[in-house]
């Protein structure tokens, strides 16, 4: 497999690292399988868009979590279950 020409040499060097730590969470430490339910927090980041992409092939819904509208807006254009911005989140009942 090829490195993207996008991708400079050092970024390409962490996506095994991500996708190895989400992989290890999801299906090694959790058992993560279909018609399961998951919380990723900061999702639109290198682990968190591994685990996505790991829950997704798994048939878990997905629910996210995003640092800034930016990285909310990664979370509609995957289409996922459920995103929220950090600051953001439904108030908890007191």
Known sequence: MRKPAALTHDVAATVPIAFVTAKLALQR???????????IHAAAGGV???AVQIAQR???TIFATA???ASANTCSAW????CWIRDRCPSRAK
């Open 29 to 39: 430490l959790a058992g993560l399988g279909r018609g399961d339910r998951v919380l």
């Open 58 to 60: 798994a048939g878990a």
């Open 79 to 82: 289409a996922w279950s459920t």
């Open 67 to 69: 640092g800034s509208a």
């Open 48 to 50: 968190g868009l591994a």
